[in-house]
Structures are given as structure tokens and as C-alpha cells.
């Protein structure tokens, strides 16, 4: 206990920097040599000024050429970009949720995916108004995936989830015009808004922008979430570990990376196949450690209590450590980096969706029909490839720290009513939390999500802010590689709670918990939403009124501005370290900072200075007391 300390920032950059060296040694390339070299960044570019949607262009606006060709202003185009960057986000965590439910519909009781969370289902299926009574639950969770899957193009309606938050907030969805339809149709019709000719109508270019994320957060991540905890359990209590000293120097070390659970679960289900070890023994090896990096690894640390090698900008490091015989990845985050630098070591880079597909890599097509066969495969080509690794390349930095993980929002709800790891089922309330808040114990919460991204001193902020909050009261809930640096960091650590205020700490000791509850993947933002939904309906308060925030102080994917807008469209207040290429046009970045306020009751913050970014935060969290009178 008393021997508890935080990993640091400058230990993870010396780790690196030594890791750097080995890279040297063998001409290996890494993002700290191409971010240098791409640094500075263009500054249209940055701006968000640059339009290039149709042929006449490529179009810059600069005070001397205020119109592009078509005669389209620095707000239009800059809110187009913009429009189009979220549609991204929506469509790839949407489309992510789809795999999912294409997966459930594969589930058979012989396997390989299997359903795991019955009751789960069964609560969903009542949700939406599915016969369940005396229904083979193989059935339900094959009606249940095609509906799911029907929601993406649903002809009339809106998404089934919306019902799932507070009828305040639905209304404000209904009034502005932005509860989203089909998710499909949400991204189709952004890609058709922002098209040469139609939308440059700030306004409309960033309404749409907040009901494309809606149907990201509210439909696709939140059947990618639901769909994933019915296939693979949902999410308890569980213990693991963090940072690159998980990989284990005399073991096969295969590393999973990327999102899509279906992949990493059957990997991680062979590589505990007694055959599998056996097979690794007698290659040499004492046995087989699968470790993680991005969210595919926040997926099975929650489930598996597999460790998580590492976050985003850590993906290259974990191919530098000499140690890793095969980095398996499925859809998004994936640096094409990792072909070249694969090949500098004896590490097999194996892509297994159509979707992610990249040079310099063993293309193994993984499906869920025969998902078993294909994860065998991987286990195997690991498991030979270990007699190839050349000894002198191998270090692995000898840091790791402890990490509890698995905070859904059933495991929240039960933990905080003091029955702990107990059997997870119908939803509880959440009123002992409420209860914390309004007495003051906790002063609220954020929600610490996203990226990492070189323009900010990688994991810094995250930490630090993390620190901030917790030692002024603040609970943090994480996801992402957010949660993926406070792990690495020590702040899943139980005895993290010695670093919190008075207050949380008292929190941290009744309930058995770390400050800094793992929530999962990006996907599981929607349990932040869930969360925050059940939160008011308990209170009775709106969703704005909570003393809770959102913050993605190092984030970098077009996700994570997808995630952005429907956070700040369900109502919470959204603060950012990294502009969104809206510089350019002041009624955008109006827009985004108050103007939405008046639509949704929560605006951006965007503040590059992270001890100012925490500062506004707690300032927010302290008005919103101020206002209900706690
Ligand atoms: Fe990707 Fe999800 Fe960002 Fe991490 S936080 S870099 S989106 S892995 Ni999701
Ligand atoms: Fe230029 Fe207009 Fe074409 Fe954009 S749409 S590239 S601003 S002409």
C-alpha cells in the first residue's frame, strides 16, 4: 500500500526513446520522425479553409480570395469539412456496431459465439417491444441481430434507443430537428448536405452535424456496446494489468489491436487452448501471453482481464520491444506504419478485415462463420514464428502497473449499491450516486475519452488532467485510450485513491473502487450516455443540469468528433485540447461554442493550455452545483 506510485509521463518517454534506439538499429521508422517531418502543418488545412469537394478546386479562402470558385464563404466550406469529418466518425462506429450484430446473428449455442448475457437480451428485446416469452434464446438473438441491423436502414422512424433517455431530452431531439433516422441515412444524407451545391448554411451544416453523431452515439456504438456485452458478457469488476511490461519475454507474445471484439475474443479463446500452449512449449516458449493496444484491447481487458500493452501512439512500440511475434489487428487506429516497421523485426502484421486492408501485411480473412479456424491459424503462425526472433532486438521496458477494470453501467449501478461483483441482470439505480453528488462527497464526474495525438505531449494531458480532477472530488469515468493512459498511469489502481480528495477518496474506500473507472472501448461511450441518462431520470433533473462534463483533451480520429457531437447534443458540455479545423470561420467555431447551447443545453470548449482546460472544467461542474443548489 504505501508503496503505491504513479507511473510518469518522462518514464513512459525515456521506455520509448530506448525503444527508439532498437528501432535505429534495424532503420526502422516511427511517428515521432514523420510527425517531426510533417510539422508545420498546412495551415489551410488546419483552418479547415481548404476545399477540395469538387473539381473546379482545390479551393482556399484568404482574405484576398474570400469565395471559392462556386462563390461558397469560409463558414460553408470550413462547415461542410467539418459535416464530413463527423460523417466519418458515424459511419465507422456505426458500421463497427453493424459487424457486431452480424456476429450475434451467427451466434449458435455450439459455438463459436455463443450468448453470454442472456438477461441482457432478453431486457433489450423488451426495450423494443420483442415477444421473449417462451422464445429459444437463439432465436431471440437472431431476430434481435436483424432488427439490429434493420435499424441502419430503418425506412420510418428513429432510432429505437433514443426512448432510453430522459423525455426532456427527447423532446429537444424532436423540437431540433435532430433525432436521428436510419444510421445510414444520417451519414448518407451528411455526405449529400455537403456536397458541391447543397448545404453552406452554417446552421443546417451543423445541425446535421449533431444528428450524424446522434445516430452514432444512440444507435450505432450503442448496438456495437449492447450487442457486444450480450455476445461476450457484460463487463464486471476485474483485475488486470498495464503498459508494455505485460508482454513477457520468454512467452509467445501475440498482440491484438483495433476494435471489433469478435476478432480479439476467439484470439484470446485459442491462445488459452491447452493444445495451443503445448504447441508453444515445444517451439521453445513457456507459454502465450496476448496483450492488447487501442480499444479492441479496452474490449477484452473488461471481459478477459487480458493486459493492455498500450494506447494509440504506443502501437509501434509494442513491434519495437523485439518480443512480439504477431500484432493482429481488425478496423480502425491501425498505423499503416506497421507493415514497414513489422518487417524490420520477425513480427508477423496480419489484417484480417476487408475493411483494414494494408501492404507489407499477412491478409488472413477472418469471418464469423468460420471464425474458429481462422483464430487457430493466427494462434499457430505466432506460435512458429517465435524461433525467429533475433535475442539482441529483444527488450521489453520493465513497467507495468495494476489496473482494475470492467465499470459498466450495471457493474457501476451494483458496486456503488455495495453488492459488488454479484450477478448482473436487471438495472439497478443509480440514486447511491446521485447521492454522493448531491451531499458534495463527489463533486461530479467527467468523462475522460479519446486519442492520443502528437500534437500533444502523448498521455500528458490525459494524466494530468485525470490528477487534477480526482484530487478535486471529481469521479472520472474513462474509455478509450484515455482509460488505456490512466491504466498505464496507476490511476486504475485501487490505491490510486490516495490522490483524490478527502470526499472520493472516502468514495473510493466505501465501494472498493479505482477514481478512475474504466468504462471500455469508444463504442462504450453510449454507456456514458446510458449513465448519464439514468442519472437524470433518477434525479429528476435534465441531463444538462448534471454537474458532469465530457473531455477529449489529445483526440485525433474523425470518431472522436462524431462522439463529441452527440455527447454535446445529449446535453453535456464538451471540452476539447485539439481545434477541429473550425479556426477558419468564427460562426462555426460560434456556432460549436455557444450557438449549439441554445439547441441542446450543452456547447464546446476548445482550450489548447490543459491546466486551463481542467480549470474550466471544475468551473463548469462548480456552476451546474451552484444552480441546483448543492
Ligand atoms: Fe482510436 Fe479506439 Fe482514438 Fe484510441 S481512442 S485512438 S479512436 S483506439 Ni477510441
Ligand atoms: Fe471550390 Fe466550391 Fe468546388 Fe469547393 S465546391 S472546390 S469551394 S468550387
Known sequence: MGNFKLTTVEEFEAATEKLLETGKKVGADAWQYRAAKQTPHCKFGEQGVCCRICAMGPCR????????????????????????????GAATHSDHGREICHTLYC???????????????????????VETEGKDIYDLAHEMAYLGMSEYGKVFGTQNFLKRAPQHTQEIWEREEIAPRAIDREVSCSLHM???????????????????????????????????????????PIETEANLGVMVAENVNIVVHGHDPSLSEMICEYADDPEMIAYAKEMGAKGITVSGVCCTSNEVA????????????QQENVV??????????DVQCIFPALGPLSKCFHTKFVTTSPIAQMPDAEYIRFNAETAGENAKAIVKMAIENFKNRKPELVHIPDMKQKATVGYSVEAIVKTLDGVANSQVDEMGTTKPLLECITSGVIRGAVAMVGCNNPKVRPDTAHIEL???????????IASGCSAQAAARAGLMDKEAKELCGAGLKRVCELADIPPVLHMGSCVDISRMMILAAELAKDSGLNISQLPVVGCAPEWMSEKAVSIGNYV?????????????????SDQIAQLLTEGVRDWVEAAYTVEKDI??????????????????GI
Open 194 to 236: 455537403s456536397h458541391m451545391g447543397c448545404s453552406s448554411l452554417p446552421e443546417a451544416l451543423i445541425r446535421q452535424s449533431l444528428r450524424a453523431g446522434l445516430s452514432d452515439g444512440w444507435g450505432g456504438s450503442m448496438a456495437g456496446t449492447e450487442f457486444s456485452d450480450v455476445l461476450f458478457g457484460t463487463p464486471k
Open 107 to 129: 451466434a449458435k449455442p455450439e459455438g463459436p459465439y455463443k450468448v453470454k448475457d442472456p438477461e441482457k437480451l432478453i431486457r433489450i428485446a423488451k426495450e423494443w417491444g
Open 61 to 88: 479562402i484568404t482574405p484576398k480570395a474570400p469565395r471559392g470558385i462556386c462563390g461558397c464563404d469560409v463558414h460553408g466550406i470550413v462547415g461542410r469539412n467539418y459535416l464530413k469529418f463527423t460523417a466519418g
Open 466 to 476: 485525470m490528477k487534477k480532477m480526482i484530487a478535486n472530488d471529481i469521479i472520472i
Open 611 to 628: 491546466d486551463k482546460l481542467g480549470d474550466a472544467m471544475i468551473a463548469r461542474i462548480e456552476e451546474k452545483r451552484t444552480a441546483l
Open 568 to 584: 454535446v447534443a445529449t446535453g453535456i458540455d464538451t471540452f476539447l485540447g485539439v481545434d477541429p479545423y473550425v479556426s477558419g
Open 302 to 313: 473488461m471481459r478477459r482481464g487480458i493486459p493492455m500493452a498500450g494506447n494509440f501512439l
Open 320 to 329: 519495437l520491444t523485439g518480443a512480439c511475434e504477431a500484432i493482429v489487428v
